[in-house]
T-cell receptor, first 113, second 113 residues
């Protein structure tokens, strides 16, 4: 089944403790992206990657890192999480140019205390 | 600067009636528009799209209208069904940004039986 898989689905952590949210897609998509969803703000892009070893900042990149060493994987790294990074995170992937936009993962609910 | 805006956070309609969800954009470079639907605890899923060379696209009960001069698009659902209750996101892209999508804040649609 074609899908984007994120792990974990839920995570509660403490301020400053480094964490990684994994994302993997099995559709051979070139493009991958991370979004966060917050009430009243919709989906805001954190980072995106046009292909392997090519990453770029989205609209809200502060406090996050990403890497794209393989085409299928695009992990999101929070080196020193803070409470304002408490959010619902989505990974997405697509072909380079697609009429159907993204395929999204199921989301990761992160709480930083 | 919110380039894609959905001014109605919520909409409630009766089953069988028409649902109209609205979206406005400010970036005149946007040339492709999409609607996504999101259920709780799931990632957004693609619903319907429209290119800027068209003013209407229809897929079953869903129709998207684009008014380029007003920088406005709308999603019509006829007839509305209780299973349509979800958050709907409007998104836009331009050819210079490739696969990158800019999303609106979302509208929670509730269809009452």
């Amino acid at each position: 089944e074609a899908q984007v898989t994120q792990n974990p689905r839920y995570l509660i952590t403490v301020t400053g403790k480094k964490l990684t949210v994994t994302c993997s897609q099995n559709m051979n998509h070139e493009y991958m992206s991370w979004y966060r969803q917050d009430p009243g703000l919709g989906l805001r892009q954190i980072y995106y990657s046009m292909n392997v070893e090519v990453t770029d900042k989205g609209d809200v990149p502060e406090g996050y890192k990403v890497s794209r060493k393989e085409k299928r994987n695009f992990p999101l790294i929070l080196e020193s999480p803070s409470p304002n990074q408490t959010s619902l995170y989505f990974c997405a992937s697509s072909l380079r140019y697609s009429n159907y936009g993204y395929t999204f993962g199921s989301g990761t609910r992160l709480t930083v205390v | 600067d919110q380039q894609v805006k959905q001014n109605s956070p919520s909409l409630s309609v009766q089953e069988g009636r028409i649902s109209i969800l609205n979206c406005d954009y400010t970036n005149s470079m946007f040339d492709y528009f999409l609607w996504y639907k999101k259920y709780p605890a799931e990632g957004p899923t693609f619903l319907i799209s429209i290119s800027s060379i068209k003013d209407k696209n229809e897929d079953g009960r869903f129709t998207v209208f684009l008014n380029k001069s007003a920088k406005h698009l709308s999603l019509h659902i006829v007839p509305s069904q209780p299973g349509d209750s979800a958050v709907y996101f409007c998104a836009a892209s331009d050819e210079t940004s490739g696969s990158r999508l800019t999303f609106g804040e979302g509208t929670q649609l509730t269809v009452n039986p």
